[in-house]
């Protein structure tokens, strides 16, 4: 059974750093996609960066510059560094795996930035 577990979020002030990790088990072959995903009371979920098995990575304009993905396909665990976050940037935020033709989702950690 794959599991995916993030750990990282938290409170941090504006301008601040966060590290997002997501780790990923009950995984035989390689993850295809990795993503980063978040979403706000009453809207819609939103990509926020992903990585293919080969590397190419894709971000959301919102957070072009800031935030970085990174994976490790070893170890199937993925990260999101979040640079000069903004109050924006406030969201829970869920780590997903495109595996075996199925999308799975972490439980989803809360990033709040505030001051």
């Known amino acids: 059974q794959v599991q995916l577990v993030e750990s990282g979020g938290g409170l941090v002030q504006p301008g601040g750093s966060l590290r997002l990790s997501c780790a990923a088990s009950?995984?035989?072959?390689?993850?295809?996609?990795m993503g980063w995903y978040r979403q706000t009371p009453g809207k819609q979920r939103e990509s926020v960066a992903s990585?293919?098995?080969?590397?190419?990575?894709n971000y959301a304009d919102s957070v072009k510059g800031r935030f970085t993905i990174s994976r490790d396909g070893a170890k199937n665990t993925w990260t999101l560094q979040m640079n000069s976050l903004k109050p924006e940037d406030t969201a829970v935020y869920y780590c997903?795996?495109?595996?075996?033709?199925?999308?799975?989702w972490g439980q989803g950690t809360q990033v709040t930035v505030s001051s």
């Open positions: 997903k795996a495109a595996y075996q033709l199925r999308d799975y």
């Open positions: 009950g995984i035989t072959f390689g993850i295809n996609v």
């Open positions: 990585i293919t098995s080969d590397g190419n990575k």
